[in-house]
C-alpha cells in the first residue's frame, strides 16, 4: 500500500544540473530514512544519498560536494538536487524509503520506486 512517485529524470549535458523528486504515498505513520540509490547498465545498485526522519544527510563518496538532499515540503518527500554532473552518473536512479514502525518507531518495512532514468552526455 505504500507508493513512491519519482520525477526529475532526463537528459542533460555534463556540467548541468537536475532536480529528482520523490513522494511517498499510502499506509505511511512514518519514516526512518529516505534517499536515493541508483543503477549503472550492468552493475550493482548503489547509495547515492539518504536522509533521516530527524534531518541527518548520508553521501555517497563520488557525489559529495555536488549533490545535496533534503526533505521537501510536503510529510514524506525528498528531494536530490544534483549539480556539475559527469557521464559517470549516468544510471537509473530509485526512491527508497524505510518505515518506521508506529509505536516503536524503528526501521521496519524498505520500498522501492520504479526507478528514473538520468543520462549525462553531450
Known amino acids: 500500500q505504500v507508493d513512491l512517485e519519482e520525477s526529475g529524470g532526463g537528459l542533460v549535458q555534463p556540467g548541468g544540473s537536475l532536480r529528482l523528486s520523490c513522494a511517498a504515498s499510502?499506509?505511511?505513520?512514518?519514516?526512518?530514512?529516505m534517499g536515493w540509490y541508483r543503477q549503472p547498465p550492468g552493475k550493482q545498485r548503489e547509495l547515492v544519498a539518504q536522509?533521516?526522519?530527524?534531518?541527518?544527510?548520508n553521501y555517497a563518496d563520488s557525489v559529495k560536494g555536488r549533490f545535496i538532499i533534503s526533505k521537501g515540503t510536503a510529510k514524506n518527500t525528498v528531494n536530490l538536487q544534483m549539480n556539475s554532473l559527469k557521464p559517470e552518473d549516468t544510471a537509473a536512479y530509485y526512491c527508497?524509503?524505510?518505515?518506521?514502525?508506529?509505536?516503536?518507531?524503528?526501521?521496519?518495512?524498505?520500498?522501492w520506486g520504479q526507478g528514473t532514468q538520468v543520462t549525462v552526455s553531450a
Open positions: 499510502g499506509s505511511i505513520f512514518a519514516y526512518t530514512s
Open positions: 536522509i533521516t526522519n530527524g534531518g541527518n544527510t
Open positions: 527508497n524509503l524505510v518505515s518506521a514502525d508506529p509505536m516503536t518507531l524503528f526501521p521496519r518495512d524498505t520500498y
